[in-house]
């Protein structure tokens, strides 16, 4: 009785949500040609938004999106690189927008590179709306208890009452998880035993070690846990194999982006599932790989079209087992990041990193590497050195968040070296794991 009247406010609180939520499960009922075919229009729809009212589209195009009774042909558009919005992100921003709306997101996503980028309480609405959808892939549905393991450490601010009140009807909690130890691992074990979730939600690595935490102690989970939804990093065959024993339950893996959220999801099947009703994707091969190009269709605040994500896979032919309608695809291996470790048993997870410097300006690559427990060396690819006052401050803060007597070294470097495929790893640990 609670738990339903708990939903009910949730829902009171957040209308816009579910009226999307409501419009995405519909979606999910059409047939693969209905599907495409609302992809067809939507796409041609975000292009002539964007070349209609932002000066970067308008500019770029130019005649490339001459009427088409078909649409605008998609491959002659060039591509939108990140290092494009990150010099254009004023010219990205369509002007039909309030900007007294408007909030300022970050994201260092695989390649290291900082990047902001506009957007709009509907954003966030679809986004949450978008998950939910994915969530109920897995039996769970709205009203049901989330337990989330996060590791970006910027998203757990504030605490006070309206939050608090927003995460109790939301039957929603959220546990810090940027860093942890064993005894924080134990702790987080026994809250799941009394929260007794029916999903978990987190990074890859932290489930994985929570969970081989949980098999090595025999700790017994409860059994309304029907899911756990792996996020944010590659997942591991063998990361996947200790998550399904120590909860006794499904992983699905997810594919999304701070800019772009909600591209993909694996079904019960283990294949991804691409949101036709939300992206375009496609996949071109360069330098024998295959990278991925995303177009959000319903971005219409800072569009990114044709837009280079940084990460690789391919498009999957044929119809999947679970009987959904979207389009499969397939992942390479992308955002593969480590776990920095010291010399008291912190394991300080990649999001922390890849956050703390938001905000700064005029960076356009950087890498965190550790050789040694007491070390962090931070390489920065930047046209004009940083103010000291700037340098002293990002050392402080690893400091006082990490260990008190972590050296910190700061490089600014002409380049920054990726790996043998092709990658940057934009967080490196030599540190071999215990």
């Not at 939903?7 to 995405?24: D, G, P, S, V």
């Not at 997870?349 to 410097?357: N, Q, R, S, T």
């Not at 070390?375 to 690893?398: D, F, G, Q, V, Y």
């Amino acid at each position: 009785m609670i738990d339903k009247l708990k939903h009910r406010l949730h829902k009171n609180c957040y209308k816009a949500r579910f009226e999307i939520l409501e419009q995405l499960l519909h979606n999910q009922t059409l047939t693969r040609t209905q599907l495409l075919d609302k992809q067809r229009r939507d796409l041609a729809g975000i292009v002539a938004h964007a070349v209609a009212h932002t000066d970067y589209y308008r500019t770029k195009y130019g005649d490339l999106v001459a009427d088409n009774a078909n649409g605008p042909d998609v491959s002659r558009l060039p591509i939108l690189r990140k290092d494009e919005v990150i010099n254009h992100k004023e010219a990205l921003l369509a002007n039909t927008i309030d900007r007294n709306d408007l909030r300022t997101g970050y994201t260092g996503g695989s390649t290291g590179k900082p990047l902001a980028f506009y957007y709009d309480r509907h954003k966030m609405e679809l986004m949450r709306a978008g998950m939910c959808r994915s969530y109920m892939w897995s039996g769970w549905r709205p009203g049901q208890k989330i337990l989330n393991f996060w590791g970006a450490k910027q998203d757990l601010k504030g605490g006070g009452l309206r939050k608090r009140y927003g995460d109790f009807i939301a039957a929603e909690k959220i546990i810090g998880a940027y860093e942890y130890t064993e005894p924080q691992l134990n702790d987080w074990a026994k809250a799941i035993t009394s929260y007794r979730p029916v999903l978990l939600q987190g990074y890859a690595s932290v489930l994985a070690e929570l969970a081989s935490h949980v098999i090595e102690h025999k700790m017994p989970m409860p059994n309304t846990l029907q899911g756990v939804f792996s996020t944010a990093e590659v997942l591991y065959d063998r990361q996947r194999e200790l998550i399904e024993t120590a909860f006794a339950c499904k992983v699905f893996n997810q594919y999304g982006s701070r800019e772009i959220p909600n591209m993909a999801c694996e079904c019960r099947h283990g294949n991804y599932h691409i949101f036709t009703d939300m992206v375009y994707i496609e996949s071109i091969n360069a330098h024998d790989e295959d990278r991925l190009i995303v177009t959000s269709l319903t971005n219409r605040v800072m569009p990114f079209i044709r837009y280079a994500i940084g990460d690789s896979g391919k498009l999957k032919e044929g119809d999947c087992p679970c009987g959904s309608p979207f389009p499969m695809m397939e992942m390479g291996l992308c955002r593969s990041n480590d776990i920095i470790r010291t010399k008291t048993g912190k394991r300080i997870y990649p999001a922390y990193f890849i956050h703390l410097l938001d905000g700064l300006t005029g960076i356009r690559q950087y890498q965190f590497v550790q050789s040694e427990l007491e070390k962090i060396t931070l390489n920065i690819k930047a046209p004009i050195p940083l103010e000291p006052a700037i340098l002293r401050s990002i050392e402080r803060r690893i400091q006082k968040d990490i260990e008190q007597d972590m050296i910190v070294e700061i490089n600014r470097v002409d380049e920054i070296k990726r790996t043998a495929s092709g990658k940057h790893r934009f967080v490196i640990s030599d540190i071999a794991a215990s």
